[in-house]
């Protein structure tokens, strides 16, 4: 379940997810059109970082996540336990 969870081919948000990447790419393709070099590789630094914040941002949600849901589990197990293994 785990590494279902972390496979990085699945992308949620989808189809919006994928539109709003196509309108940043072409809009990052049209400003590179008039950038200099210098300008063009203080751009891709820029999406660099700002990909690397995207992924540390996605890291720490899955991690607070899936603590949350086994936190919630174990509250369960322990309702259930206290009336006589009956989880409802």
Do not use: W
């Amino acid at each position: 379940m785990i590494e279902r969870l972390m496979r990085e081919e699945a992308r949620y948000g989808e189809p919006e997810y994928s539109q709003k990447s196509a309108e940043i790419i072409r809009a990052t393709h049209a400003l590179c059109e008039t950038l200099d070099a210098d300008e063009k590789q203080r751009l891709a630094q820029l999406e660099d970082t700002y990909q690397a914040r995207e992924a540390a941002a996605i890291r720490s949600a899955f991690q607070e996540g899936f603590c949350a849901a086994v936190l919630l589990a174990l509250d369960v197990l322990e309702h259930g336990r206290r009336n006589g293994g009956s989880c409802h």
